[in-house]
């Protein structure tokens, strides 16, 4: 398998015990921005990363907290 030229897509396959995090790769596969499920997953693992508890605090989060992260806009 081939997983076209996909590291985070090979890693997943042949460890999928491993909870990976396809933002922190240096390349994201084109379109997965797009994908609402890899935002909303995005989102909460950056909640966990700053501390996030409540919506209200979500307030704070700058653009550069997110793409310092790993996110994009």
Do not use: C
Not at 31 to 36: A, I, N, V
């Amino acid at each position: 398998m081939w997983y076209s030229g996909s590291v985070p897509e090979m890693l997943a396959d042949v460890f999928p015990e491993h909870k990976w995090h396809f933002h922190k790769f240096h390349r994201v596969q084109p379109g997965y921005w797009s994908d609402r499920k890899n935002q909303l997953a995005f989102m909460d693992w950056m909640k966990e990363e700053l501390g996030i508890s409540s919506y209200e605090e979500m307030y704070r989060i700058t653009h550069k907290q997110i793409t310092e992260l790993g996110g994009m806009f």
